[in-house]
């Protein structure tokens, strides 16, 4: 069965990449790839800079700091109900091997081996941007730690998703069996809340870089912490090594646990199987579980079914807009989105209240947070084109023309991205009311505000069309899912698409900066607040030049056919 | 109105259809029929405008598909032999979906009775991953239905259906074409084909070989005399050597 698996994991690579290399025959493909390329090398040539003080800081902190991101990472499975991703099988692995005399422990080992891929894809990725991070140890020997790391991390995944998986199916029976990973899980959450108790006030206090960094190490040397980092410090032991020797030391203790984990794996399954009452019967019903884990996120089939009001006349696009909004509320990313901004404004609340230091801590964060969501909220949000491409068939017979699909399509994620980020803004802007040393005085601060609704919608409309762009051009390339397990391993490829998304966006920025700078001279010492007339013209140019693009790829879209995506 | 004029699509070197001409006035329908890979769904998708023909053009309605796509694909409705619905959204709110983008302004007057028609009135809320194969079906075709277009092309239209849905849907495209709309219909099921086509359209290869009513197309070829639909279209399509008379 093992020949099988290799057979088909090897072939399936092979003509994957044998398709890549014919669609370079595509110039667009070819020259977006020497780009890519162009923009890679130009970065390995450059010469490489000595770390300075601020990146030897960030080091001495970073291990105990990467623990605590395993730690986190290892929590996750347990908390939240992500088992999907870490099992699904693509339908055509469901069809063929489902059906096969194939027994699920087999399945997960073939799962296991699939997994391999992205998760050394990705080491490599990581060992490539961390290039600069400081470390002396040489690139091979990184590349293995970070394997281990994500080897570790996916297998406890599985694991976790396996033990979810059975407590679902068998109930109290399930309880008794998985009872010590549940009793060690919910040890390590309760102790996760222990340390952030005695943390945060410290790190709060922080004045400067050195002393969060002090304040976190000294939170990590509680002896509720030390239990806790014990498995995540091993974990990521090889990858902070500085010497071939530590590298040697931590090595073993990452590769016995890694092991352990297999077993673990492998034996949760075999639990899983031994304990079904009636095996075929059971069996079938789980396959049948298995086979609704598809990689996309999952409507809601349960509980009241809220809706919308939709008039039969109108904009006809506007149907689209609709039609994806139901989406994020069945999908529960529209709670997502609205218990964000609830959460920002209950969190700065007493800091609204006390309008002190408390104020600027949360008006930073908040903005912070706002900021962040420009290139991160188009990346994480998919509730346009790049959702709906399974749909493309679909959608090309609808009458709409190419450029309101497309535009209608980018406005489903604009508008909430931008919607959640007013809420921060304004969260920002009550926290910092009773503050008048802050560099923007109150005055400029609504102005800004009132402004906000304009400035926000053109920034994501732009970031949003550059990701639709991206998957209308290249169709190829952009996939509506992960092809396997996500997770944080899979997320170096994750990283250069923001990467490049960011250098797409900073380009697409120079036309409203330029804008900017000649309005803003233009009215100085005319206006009291020309600076906004400036920010509202550098908005309309990027809607302008967003509106161009969308034209654009609506005559793409348009002329797409369906066996692109390939 | 259907009309195809010169419809060639390529695919690189292969040839999926080449030179392709026919027309479907209103009340007609044509059946589309061929062996598998005769390029019958490629011609079909030219039509509901999803893939773009390589040569040729098409008229739903009088309006150009190339240059006034907006306009022809208002009037036309494709349902496919694999329905491709929207996961999250209800029965209900795929027809008002369909209602609002397609301007039908009696949307809400019209999608009870259609839900109705198709047996599907005590399935408004559910969502297509609640309904069996037949139903999404169904749906598809209420969908298609629901404006009333003037052009209906239909592939495979009765895959997934019971008998009764079978029967129900046979009587919807009949009465389509008597109330003036143009259809294609690929199947198949040739038994299906004769007892509703005004027309037959067989392509092999990606060319036509035979267009027009059985009775014409037979009357070209006097072998054919005497011979059912089946012997006919496989002698047409060169599958198997046409039975001595």
């Known amino acids: ?566 | 109105m259907i009309a195809v004029d010169s419809l060639t699509k390529l695919y690189g070197e292969l040839t999926a259809v080449e030179d392709l001409s026919f027309t479907v006035a209103p009340g007609e329908v044509l059946g589309l029929v061929g062996p598998n890979g005769a390029g019958k769904t490629t011609t079909l998708r030219s039509i509901a405008g999803i893939i773009r023909p390589t040569r040729g053009t098409i008229r739903i309605a009088e309006h150009d598909l190339a240059t006034h796509p907006v306009e022809a694909k208002r009037r036309l409705a494709f349902i496919p032999d694999e329905p491709h619905l929207f996961e999250y959204l209800t029965v209900e709110e795929h027809l008002r979906f369909t209602g609002r983008v397609y301007g039908v302004a009696d949307a809400s007057a019209r999608i009870p009775v259609l839900l109705r028609e198709l047996e599907l009135a005590d399935k408004e809320r559910a969502l297509p991953t609640e309904l069996s194969r037949g139903m999404r079906q169904k749906l598809a075709i209420a969908c298609g239905l629901l404006h009333e277009p003037a052009a209906l092309v239909l592939d495979e239209p009765l895959t997934g259906l019971d008998p009764a849905g079978i029967r129900k849907m046979r009587a919807t495209i009949a009465a389509r074409a008597r109330a003036g709309a143009a259809v294609i219909l690929s199947s198949h099921l040739l038994h299906l084909v004769e007892e509703l086509c005004t027309k037959l359209l067989v392509i092999h290869r990606g060319r036509a070989v035979a267009y027009g009513s059985i009775a014409e197309i037979v009357a070209e070829r006097p072998q054919l005399a005497g011979l059912g639909l089946e012997d006919v279209f496989l002698a047409l399509t060169g599958d198997v050597e046409t039975p001595a008379t």
């Open chain 1, 1 to 566: 069965m093992i020949d099988a698996f290799v057979y088909l994991t090897r072939t399936t690579l092979r003509n994957r990449f044998a398709s890549q290399l014919r669609r370079l025959r595509n110039p667009r493909y070819a020259i977006a790839l020497l780009l890519g390329v162009g923009y890679f090398w130009l970065i390995l040539l450059r010469p490489a800079v000595q770390p300075g003080r601020a990146s030897r800081l960030v080091w001495a902190n970073a291990e105990t700091l990467a623990a605590l991101g395993i730690l986190l990472l290892l929590l996750g499975p347990w908390v939240f109900k992500n088992e999907r991703m870490a099992l699904a099988f693509t339908p055509a692995e469901v069809q063929f091997l489902f059906t096969a005399p194939v027994t699920r422990r087999q399945l997960i080992l073939y799962k296991l081996f699939r997994a391999q891929i992205v998760i050394l894809l990705n080491a490599l990725i990581w060992v490539f941007i961390l290039r600069r991070s400081g470390s002396v140890l040489p690139a091979l020997l990184r590349l293995v730690g970070t394997w281990m790391v994500f080897t570790n991390l996916s297998l406890h995944r599985l694991g976790a998703a396996l033990v979810r998986t059975s407590l679902l199916e068998h109930g109290r029976a399930g309880i008794r069996r998985q009872l010590p990973a549940i009793a060690i899980g919910s040890a390590a959450f309760v102790a996760v809340l222990y340390i952030l108790r005695d943390a945060v006030p410290a790190i709060r206090a922080a004045e400067s870089a050195e002393e969060i960094g002090r304040a976190i190490e000294w939170a990590a040397t509680t002896p509720a912490a030390t239990a806790l980092l014990f498995i995540p410090r091993i974990i990521v032991g090889p990858s902070f090594a500085q010497t071939a020797t530590e590298w040697l030391r931590a090595l073993g203790p990452a590769l016995v646990l890694m092991l352990l984990q297999g077993l673990w794996v492998v034996r949760t399954d075999f639990a899983f199987e031994e304990a079904a009452a009636q095996a075929s019967l059971e069996r079938a019903r789980r396959l049948e579980a298995w086979r609704r884990r598809t990689g996309r996120p999952r409507v809601r089939t349960t509980g009241k079914r809220r809706t919308i009001p939709l008039a039969p006349l109108g904009v006809p696009a506007a149907a689209i807009v609709w039609k994806n909004t139901l989406l994020m509320m069945r999908t529960g990313r529209l709670g997502s989105i609205a218990g964000l901004a609830l959460m920002a404004v209950i969190i700065s609340m007493p800091a609204i209240q006390s309008r002190g230091m408390d104020g600027r801590f949360v008006a930073i964060a908040a903005l912070a947070m706002a900021g962040l969501l420009v290139v991160l909220g188009s990346r994480v949000l998919h509730n346009d084109l790049r959702q709906d491409a399974e749909h493309l068939e679909t959608l090309k017979t609808l009458p709409l023309s190419g450029s309101r699909l497309v535009a209608a399509e980018v406005l489903s994620s604009a508008l909430p991205i931008a919607l959640l980020q007013l809420v921060l803004v304004a969260v920002a802007f009550v926290a910092l009311l009773g503050d008048l040393a802050f560099p923007l005085d109150p005055g400029a601060r609504s102005v800004v505000l009132v402004l906000m609704p304009v400035l926000l919608l053109a920034v994501n409309v732009t970031t949003t069309t550059i990701q639709n762009g991206a998957s209308l051009l290249f169709p190829g390339w952009v996939r509506p899912a992960p092809l396997a397990g996500g997770g944080v391993e899979a997320m170096g490829q994750g990283i250069l698409a923001t990467a490049m998304l960011l250098i797409t966006f900073v380009v697409a920025l120079l036309p409203a900066v330029i804008t900017f700078s000649v309005v803003a001279l233009s009215v100085r010492g005319v206006l009291a607040y020309g600076w906004a007339i400036a920010l509202l013209a550098a908005a309309g140019v990027l809607l302008l030049e967003s509106w161009l693009v969308i034209h654009a790829l609506g005559r793409r879209f348009e002329r797409m056919e369906p066996s692109e995506r390939g």
